[in-house]
T-cell receptor, first 113, second 112 residues
Framework: GDSVTQMEGPVTLSEEAFLTINCTYT??????LFWYVQYPGEGLQLLLKATKADDKGSNKGFEATYRKETTSFHLEKGSVQVSDSAVYFCALSGLKGAQKLVFGQGTRLTINP | KAGVTQTPRYLIKTRGQQVTLSCSPI?????VSWYQQTPGQGLQFLFE???????NKGNFPGRFSGRQFSNSRSEMNVSTLELGDSALYLC???????????FGPGTRLTVT
């Protein structure tokens, strides 16, 4: 079945450092890919998405590119802030229009001032 | 536009009891899905509803059930609670044009 694998955390960085959180997936067909962020005590917020190969999703300085050849969707940010501290989830939906999301295990990110 | 709301936010139940959780989607959204989040298993899909019909179901026992009403509000029910049912239960509603899903804050269920 479909699956998502994220780099294990926790990840701790200093403010203004460069961030990469790796995400790879296994799916049949052409899934849509997502990054969600969860702040303490809250639900999930959609951070960015990409629906086809070579698409780049971006939001709030975060970017991720849908790489079909490597089945990857790595999250990057050039200069992180303390407010970026949260848990990040990579996810896919396997069929166009399908509502079911398959999530990675999550990566806890802590940014120190 | 108001976001997805879930009630109650926190719940404590005893083993063997049953519980009903409620989710109100964003106005205009007809699709609702439910997820269970635990430290050990992560985020797992429970079921999804569209216009009162269950379209997909995850790999959970029959103790977990749900329904959707004509106003798109959804409820999920867990009967004969077990300790392992302690989790954060998240509801999401979907924009049918963009397929983007918006999550509520969750209901934290503790079974003692």
């Amino acid at each position: 079945g479909d699956s998502v694998t994220q780099m294990e955390g926790p990840v701790t960085l200093s403010e203004e450092a460069f961030l990469t959180i790796n995400c790879t997936y296994t799916a049949t067909g052409y899934p849509s890919l997502f990054w969600y962020v969860q702040y303490p005590g809250e639900g999930l917020q959609l951070l960015l998405k990409a629906t086809k190969a070579d698409d780049k999703g971006s939001n709030k300085g975060f970017e991720a590119t849908y790489r079909k050849e490597t089945t990857s969707f790595h999250l990057e940010k050039g200069s992180v802030q303390v407010s970026d501290s949260a848990v990040y989830f990579c996810a896919l939906s396997g069929l166009k229009g399908a509502q079911k999301l398959v999530f990675g295990q999550g990566t806890r990110l802590t940014i120190n001032p | 536009k108001a976001g997805v709301t879930q009630t109650p936010r926190y719940l404590i139940k005893t083993r063997g009891q049953q519980v009903t959780l409620s989710c109100s989607p964003i106005s205009g959204h007809r699709s609702v899905s439910w997820y269970q989040q635990t430290p050990g298993q992560g985020l797992q899909f429970l079921f999804e509803y569209f216009s009162e019909t269950q379209r997909n179901k995850g790999n959970f026992p029959g103790r977990f059930s749900g329904r959707q009403f004509s106003n798109s509000r959804s409820e999920m029910n867990v009967s004969t609670l077990e300790l392992g049912d302690s989790a954060l239960y998240l509801c999401a509603s979907r924009d049918d044009r963009s397929y983007e899903q918006y999550f509520g804050p969750g209901t934290r269920l503790t079974v003692t």
